[in-house]
């Protein structure tokens, strides 16, 4: 069975950085891309950024409001990604969603709030 | 960047009736190897998006067949053929044809 949980998020003062972590299980991880996507509260989605298998050399790639500020990363050993988030914004609060490969499963998200 | 907007915003709907909802791409996402990166996501309040439907058309493992997805080109359509109850939430279009991905603006689906 595919598992995938997100841990890491909390309560950030703006300025701040976090780091969210997302561990699966249950398939091959080293085959697939992987994604983080956010959700505002009350909002639609917004993918965030992908990183790529070994097979294209771990390319990433990043939604351009967030280039700079965000870096993505992956451990094939431990089957897991990263998001790394810097220079926190009140609107860079929200859920933030891994997603598997082309968004076959995503975990239940872990939330982030960016507040005084 | 891809815009998807998805029409209607808002979907009232009986038990059993069937419904549709339309999504529509700024640019073509017919990609250069022959397919199409659309899917549809449904998420139901308080949870994480489910995927239903890959590559316009293929429904997810588990999906019941009364969901399908047509379309090509810009012009998407998701329809559920005899609403139920579990089917109520917000549904999304997505695409990855193009980077960035991106998210149609969502489509309601409440009971009448």
């Known amino acids: 069975e595919v598992q995938i949980l997100e841990t890491g998020g909390g309560l950030v003062k703006p300025g701040g950085s976090l780091r969210l972590s997302c561990a699966t299980s249950g398939f091959n991880f080293n085959d697939y891309f992987m994604n983080w996507v956010r959700q505002a509260p009350g909002k639609g989605l917004e993918w965030v950024a992908q990183?790529?298998?070994?097979?294209?050399?771990?390319?990433?790639y990043y939604a351009e409001s967030l280039e700079g500020r965000v870096t993505i990363s992956r451990d094939d050993s431990k089957s897991s990604v990263y998001l790394q988030v810097s220079s926190l914004r009140a609107e860079d609060t929200a859920i933030y969603y891994c997603t598997r490969g082309r968004g076959d499963y995503w975990g239940q998200g872990v939330m982030v709030t960016v507040s005084s | 960047d891809v815009v998807l907007t998805q029409t209607p915003p808002t979907l009232l709907a009986t038990i059993g009736q069937s419904v549709s909802i339309s999504c529509r791409s700024s640019q073509s996402l017919l990609h250069s190897n022959g397919n199409t990166y659309l899917n549809w996501l449904l998420q139901r309040t308080g949870q994480s998006p489910q995927p239903l439907i890959y590559l316009v058309s293929k429904l997810e493992s588990g999906v019941p067949n009364r969901f399908s997805g047509s379309g090509s080109g810009t012009d998407f359509t998701l329809k559920i053929s005899g609403v139920e109850a579990e089917d109520l939430g917000v549904y999304y279009c997505m695409q990855f044809t193009h980077y960035p991905w991106t998210f149609g603006g969502g489509t309601k689906l409440e009971l009448k």
């Open positions: 990183i790529r298998n070994k097979n294209y050399n771990y390319a990433t």
